[in-house]
């Protein structure tokens, strides 16, 4: 039998943090292990309990989700958690924020419970949660910004995408135009497990921590150009 999916909830408000944990909780493969209510106390557990998934509000008082999400992903005691990000609002500029800071997922508070719960199982098993619609609005909101200083773009015939195969460069591409494993796999006419396995061999040379990431890095290594408008 499979562990169970332990779960970290943060969230300022007692009636949302009950409402989704007794929801998580009814699951036979979740459990919740720890909730807090701000940033601050997120991290805290985070490192106390070391969750699979670590879901989020973006909005909390004093040390907020974006923040929580940049210390946890940023901790290699914490590079197995998992970042989950929940608000009210779907704003490409929270969908944004939130990978860049890690976040392995992004969930509007009024998704569906059986989303919710399907979420954490896509997570937990090292997926990132962006439908192909969030990715092409991340690769429009990320390729019109400068890239951060510390992360130069890099030709893609050095650094570490020259490490990449062929097949591999080919298959970040279409992870960064927006494309799901079924997709790849049918455009190769190849199965689901293959394309995942070129999908995890990239993450591993880019030391992407997911599927989100590795569309940033796409962009930002030079692998991949944004759309024509």
């Not at 209510?37 to 805290?44: H, P, Q, T, V």
């Not at 092409?136 to 910004?145: D, E, G, H, N, Q």
């Not at 990431?213 to 962009?219: D, E, G, N, S, T």
Request: glycine share 6%; proline share 7%.
């Amino acid at each position: 039998m499979a562990s169970e999916i332990r779960v970290l909830l943060a969230d300022d408000l007692p009636l949302v943090r009950s409402g989704f944990g007794a929801l998580l909780d009814a699951e036979d493969d979740i459990a919740v292990v720890a909730q807090g209510g701000d940033g601050a106390e997120a991290i805290s557990l985070a490192r106390a309990h070391h969750p699979d998934v670590a879901i989020l509000d973006i909005r909390m008082p004093g040390t907020d989700g974006l923040t929580a999400t940049r210390t946890i992903t940023a901790d290699p005691d914490l590079a197995d958690v998992k970042v989950l990000i929940l608000t009210t609002f779907e704003l490409d500029e929270y969908v944004f924020e939130a990978v860049a800071a890690g976040a392995s997922g992004f969930l509007v508070k009024h998704t569906e419970p059986d989303e919710l719960i399907r979420a954490v199982r896509v997570i937990a098993a090292g997926d990132a949660l962006l439908s192909p619609s969030v990715t092409r609005r991340l690769i429009s909101r990320f390729t019109s910004s400068t890239p951060p200083p510390d992360t130069p773009s890099t030709p893609p015939d050095t650094g570490p995408a020259a490490s990449l195969t062929e097949r591999e460069t080919d298959v970040v591409r279409l992870v960064a135009d927006g494309l799901s494993n079924e997709e790849i796999a049918q455009r190769w006419v190849v199965s689901n497990a293959t394309v995942r396995t070129h999908v995890s061999r990239a993450m591993t040379k880019l030391a992407a921590r997911d599927r989100a990431q590795l569309v940033v890095f796409a962009y930002r290594l030079g692998l991949a150009t944004p759309p024509r408008t």
